[in-house]
């Protein structure tokens, strides 16, 4: 729903200005348009995409009037998104307050669409990391002239969707996947590896593209003979909306991953079990199958083209830099977050329920990356999506891998091993830059 708010208490020119706005047809009232928030309770996603509506509010009102504010308001909880849309964010959006749907809504990029989405929410598996994804939704390719942001509105008016959308939150690495064993070695116990997890009976909740490459690269095991069989299956959501924890504890899950360590601790520790108490105590990184996170807010045309153009301009600027502070402020957290989950059930004195941090074996990385590459060439022909999706999952797939092939020798030598970054550092009182020293007792052992 969009409102148009009284104006503001404005000072002596107000009625000079009021004039000027009429004869340019401007607004004459500041404007509010309510958004459905996908994940109000999820710390590093819900709340910021919130803040992302008090600062175009703010900024409007400085740099337009008060009268010519903008400002996005969240509804109360999670609205259902109506059953006459079938479950689809985008065309609740497209059809607006006004035909029974919402006139915004911040959702997961994925949702955009469910071919080609994940490339524009978290790039793919193994694929480039925030920073270099940001040169692909951002900078402008010399070939088609279009940003990544630009080609997939075009996408979508193509497709007639009517709605128009720019990303507003970013975040950091995901985690990848509370275990009951381990799949790398950790101190005390041989890691299970991807053979000893395609085997286990375990369902999880582990979701697209992750979800598809994991269970390709168990395929590729079966088919090269290196395990009799696929035992892991997959469920896209709890039943009856239920906790990821709760479905762990009565036998519906044996393992999932959830977000960020920023996200898990607002929603996976907040009760009195935990991952650890109901004995999913291993928790995995990289987080290979997210390597970052950009949720976007969808308008419905109708309601975005009341707004003026400077208000549009504005709209997409201040999206952009919240974009970029959010992810700041996002990943400027996560190190404290892991740290709690890690302690999380240490002062209980029961080592049975302690969380630990596992790394995904290298060579268990490579087969995954592997079955990436095959989960991308058979979507393009996947008889399960449209023929129209699937032709655009290829031009946005394709605008991708060449941005990538311009761009990755630079990225191949560009950084710094991460192990070798601060290692050793001290300050003028011999403190270490590492956390590793606050429990070795001293740098470089």
């Given at each position: 729903m969009i409102r148009h708010l009284a104006p503001r208490p404005l000072a002596f020119a107000a009625g000079l200005l009021a004039g000027a706005l009429a004869v340019t047809a401007q607004p004459a009232a500041a404007t509010e348009i309510l958004f459905r928030n996908f994940s109000p309770a999820s710390a590093a996603m819900g709340p910021p995409a919130n803040a992302y509506g008090?600062?175009?509010?703010?900024?409007?009102?400085?740099?337009l009037g008060p009268d010519q504010a903008v400002k996005f308001v969240p509804l109360p909880g999670v609205p259902a998104i109506p059953a006459a849309f079938g479950g689809n964010i985008v065309s609740a959006v497209a059809a607006g307050a006004a035909g029974g749907g919402f006139d915004a809504a911040y959702n997961s990029g994925s949702e955009l669409n469910k071919a080609w989405g994940f490339i524009v929410n978290s790039g793919v598996p193994f694929?480039?990391?925030?920073?270099?994804?940001?040169?692909f939704l951002y900078g402008r390719s010399p070939e088609s002239g279009l940003t990544g942001l630009e080609l997939v509105q075009e996408?979508?008016?193509?497709?007639?969707?009517?709605?128009?959308?720019?990303?507003?939150?970013a975040n950091a690495e995901q985690l990848s996947g509370y275990f009951f064993e381990?799949?790398?070695?950790?101190?005390?116990?041989?890691?299970?590896?991807?053979?000893?997890?395609?085997?286990?009976?375990?369902?999880?909740?582990?979701?697209?593209?992750?979800?598809?490459?994991?269970?390709?690269?168990?395929?590729?095991?079966?088919?090269?003979?290196?395990?009799?069989?696929?035992?892991?299956?997959?469920?896209?959501?709890?039943?009856?909306?239920?906790?990821?924890?709760?479905?762990?504890?009565?036998?519906?899950?044996?393992?999932?991953?959830?977000?960020?360590?920023?996200?898990?601790?607002?929603?996976?520790?907040?009760?009195?079990?935990?991952?650890g108490t109901v004995g999913v105590r291993y928790v995995h990184l990289p987080g290979w199958q997210q390597q970052f996170l950009v949720t976007w807010?969808?308008?419905?045309?109708?309601?975005?083209?009341?707004?003026?153009?400077?208000?549009?301009?504005?709209?997409?600027?201040?999206?952009?830099?919240?974009?970029?502070?959010?992810?700041g402020e996002n990943l400027r957290q996560q190190g404290a977050?892991?740290?709690?989950?890690?302690?999380?059930?240490?002062?209980?004195?029961?080592?049975?329920?302690?969380?630990?941090?596992?790394?995904?074996?290298?060579?268990?990385?490579?087969?995954?990356?592997?079955?990436?590459?095959?989960?991308?060439?058979?979507?393009?022909?996947?008889?399960?999506?449209?023929?129209?999706?699937?032709?655009?999952?290829?031009?946005?797939?394709?605008?991708?891998?060449?941005?990538?092939?311009?761009?990755?020798?630079?990225?191949?030598?560009?950084?710094?091993?991460?192990?070798?970054?601060?290692?050793?550092?001290?300050?003028?009182?011999?403190?270490c830059w590492e956390a590793r020293c606050r429990t070795e007792g001293s740098c470089g052992q």
């Amino acid at each position: 729903m969009i409102r148009h708010l009284a104006p503001r208490p404005l000072a002596f020119a107000a009625g000079l200005l009021a004039g000027a706005l009429a004869v340019t047809a401007q607004p004459a009232a500041a404007t509010e348009i309510l958004f459905r928030n996908f994940s109000p309770a999820s710390a590093a996603m819900g709340p910021p995409a919130n803040a992302y509506g008090v600062k175009l509010d703010e900024i409007t009102s400085v740099t337009l009037g008060p009268d010519q504010a903008v400002k996005f308001v969240p509804l109360p909880g999670v609205p259902a998104i109506p059953a006459a849309f079938g479950g689809n964010i985008v065309s609740a959006v497209a059809a607006g307050a006004a035909g029974g749907g919402f006139d915004a809504a911040y959702n997961s990029g994925s949702e955009l669409n469910k071919a080609w989405g994940f490339i524009v929410n978290s790039g793919v598996p193994f694929g480039p990391t925030y920073d270099e994804f940001m040169g692909f939704l951002y900078g402008r390719s010399p070939e088609s002239g279009l940003t990544g942001l630009e080609l997939v509105q075009e996408v979508l008016d193509l497709n007639n969707r009517n709605v128009v959308v720019f990303p507003i939150v970013a975040n950091a690495e995901q985690l990848s996947g509370y275990f009951f064993e381990p799949v790398g070695d950790v101190r005390g116990m041989r890691g299970i590896g991807l053979e000893g997890l395609c085997q286990r009976s375990w369902t999880f909740r582990y979701l697209p593209p992750g979800e598809n490459v994991l269970g390709q690269a168990c395929d590729n095991l079966v088919a090269s003979g290196k395990i009799p069989a696929k035992n892991i299956k997959f469920i896209a959501a709890i039943p009856g909306g239920g906790s990821l924890v709760n479905a762990v504890k009565t036998g519906q899950l044996q393992g999932f991953e959830f977000a960020t360590p920023l996200d898990d601790v607002s929603t996976l520790f907040n009760t009195v079990d935990n991952p650890g108490t109901v004995g999913v105590r291993y928790v995995h990184l990289p987080g290979w199958q997210q390597q970052f996170l950009v949720t976007w807010m969808i308008v419905n045309k109708q309601v975005w083209n009341g707004l003026t153009p400077a208000q549009q301009l504005l709209a997409k600027s201040v999206a952009r830099d919240h974009v970029v502070s959010t992810y700041g402020e996002n990943l400027r957290q996560q190190g404290a977050a892991l740290d709690f989950i890690l302690n999380a059930n240490k002062a209980d004195a029961d080592p049975a329920n302690d969380m630990v941090l596992v790394d995904w074996p290298k060579k268990d990385q490579e087969l995954l990356r592997d079955a990436t590459i095959q989960f991308l060439t058979k979507r393009a022909d996947d008889a399960t999506l449209s023929a129209g999706d699937r032709a655009d999952f290829v031009r946005i797939l394709e605008a991708f891998r060449k941005y990538v092939r311009a761009s990755d020798l630079y990225w191949d030598h560009r950084q710094v091993p991460t192990h070798l970054r601060f290692s050793d550092w001290t300050n003028s009182l011999g403190e270490c830059w590492e956390a590793r020293c606050r429990t070795e007792g001293s740098c470089g052992q």
